[in-house]
């Protein structure tokens, strides 16, 4: 999902009887077994800079701001769209420490978050250490329970196999390929879209009978 900290403009919830819930007023703090997730905040700019803007980090992911005041804009265009009731988004940071290593976002796609997409980016060092998967699973639990969302979709581009890998292992299905559909550094990319359905992901979470062994795909 890209950066927007370009636009200033609050997109207001288009359904008519939007009521507001708690999550508009602050997102609420997520924790598991690494990490925990949080409202980003505007000293948050300074690391999410260091990290996020290396070249093997932003080479798949729409250009994000090039300079830390360009994230502290970014960080409060967040806080905006989520009083609106239209998108929000976490600083995922490590258990013990209060540090932004990346961050997950959400955007409502429709009307009352019934269809969504998500994106996510993270810093390289944090690469292969379990701590996206641990990330994922809270903020899918918070889509699917606290924002009530029926379809997530994620674009990836084709060409991210570590992106469309990790979307792969948290059940997400590909369900088709988004040709020249991405421009990113000046060429254009085809994506893979992926969506994940509610139901899918109850299935998956719920605790499998005692006794039972699972069934493992490589």
């Known amino acids: 999902m890209p950066f927007r900290p370009e636009r200033d403009v609050v997109t207001m919830p288009t359904v008519s009887n939007a009521v507001t819930t708690s999550w508009q007023?602050?997102?609420?703090?997520?924790s598991g077994g690494q990490v925990v997730l949080r409202e980003l905040r505007s000293s948050d700019a300074v690391s999410l800079h260091?990290?996020?803007?290396?070249?093997?980090?932003?080479?798949?992911?729409?250009?994000?701001?090039?300079?830390?005041?360009?994230?502290e804009?970014?960080?409060?265009?967040?806080?905006?769209?989520?009083?609106?009731?239209?998108?929000?988004?976490?600083?995922v940071t490590l258990r013990g420490y209060d540090t932004a290593i990346g961050i997950?976002?959400?955007?409502?796609l429709g009307q009352d978050f019934q269809t969504a997409e998500w994106g996510f980016a993270l810093?390289?060092?944090?690469?292969?250490?379990?701590?996206?998967?641990?990330?994922?699973?809270?903020?899918?639990?918070?889509?699917?329970?606290?924002?009530?969302?029926?379809?997530?979709?994620?674009?990836?581009?084709v060409l991210n196999g570590r992106g469309n890998g990790?979307?792969?292992?948290?059940?997400?299905?590909?369900?088709?390929?988004?040709?020249?559909?991405?421009?990113?550094?000046g060429r254009y990319l085809d994506q893979a879209l992926y969506a994940l359905l509610a139901a899918d992901w109850r299935k998956m979470r719920r605790p499998m009978p005692v006794g039972a062994t699972s069934l493992l795909v490589h």
């Open 123 to 157: 810093g390289a060092a944090f690469w292969g250490t379990g701590i996206f998967h641990d990330a994922a699973r809270l903020v899918l639990d918070f889509v699917f329970e606290s924002l009530a969302v029926h379809r997530l979709e994620a674009r990836a581009a």
């Open 25 to 30: 007023h602050g997102l609420p703090t997520l």
């Open 73 to 91: 804009k970014f960080i409060a265009w967040t806080h905006r769209q989520r009083t609106a009731g239209a998108y929000v988004c976490f600083a």
């Open 104 to 108: 997950f976002q959400v955007r409502d």
């Open 166 to 185: 990790a979307l792969q292992k948290l059940g997400a299905v590909q369900e088709g390929i988004l040709r020249r559909s991405f421009l990113c550094r």
């Open 50 to 71: 260091a990290l996020l803007t290396p070249e093997e980090v932003a080479r798949f992911i729409s250009t994000p701001p090039s300079t830390v005041d360009g994230f």
